[in-house]
């Protein structure tokens, strides 16, 4: 999906979105039939506006049906191509964080073309920031939550109905069922996007995000209906409540050990029953 608008439209998808992996705010396309070719344009590309000499940086590469077959070679590439160019006129060079650099770049191959993009998350929004510790088959947070979405919980939350899940292993289906409930943005516990080394980043525009999203999350934490999560095993039953915690939201989920045949409907309006066997 594409979309046009301000860097505060962009700061507001990286902290609301349930939903999304990544964003990426795109630099430059350019034919890239050979490395030579990929080299040259990503050099073109003035990099002093997005980082500094002594930032670090990671390169990130997809290829799909492209002349470069190698991923991991065109990523080279793309790093050769920047630090180069600091060097060059610096004669100081970045530096390579592969887990929390500076500057993410992203660089998609489609056949002859190349688009060189900024990851704006920094990484998979997935991570929300709350889970610690899960089970062995965790589910993802935005796979989660799309559940939720696709199963109508806004709907049954708003008119106060409850959730259950019996099956809840390290509660991540009761906790995106919170935050949505709550109206509190799936991203205000992470500590990391990839916005917050670039060069072009407003803190007081992020800060106003923030803030905003924080009087948004005290007023519906207000509101949240009855959200029960219940597991056989009581260590994965800490672990989520653990979770809950770190999320903010221990206060409005209740986690239970109890088996799966112990599992009861909850009182009130109709609500929505989940699971992930």
Known sequence: MEFYGTLELAYRVCLWSRLANRLFLPLAEFAAPTPEALYEGVRQ???SEHMDPESTLAVDCTSLRAKITHSHYASLKVKDAVVDQFRA???VRPSIDVERPDLRISARLSEEQATISLDLS???LHRRG???SGSRA???ENLAAAILVRSGWPQVAAAGGGLLDPMCGSGTLPIEAGLIAADCAP????PYFG???WKAHRPATWQDVLDEARQRRREGLKKVPEILGCDIDEKIIRNARANAERAGLSQVIRFEPRGLQYSNPLAGPPGLLVANP
């Open 130 to 132: 709350y889970r610690d």
């Open 122 to 124: 920094g990484e998979s």
């Open 138 to 140: 965790p589910l993802k």
């Open 45 to 47: 590309i003035d990099w």
């Open 187 to 190: 991203g205000i516990t992470r």
């Open 89 to 91: 006129r610096t004669n």
């Open 195 to 197: 916005f917050l080394g």
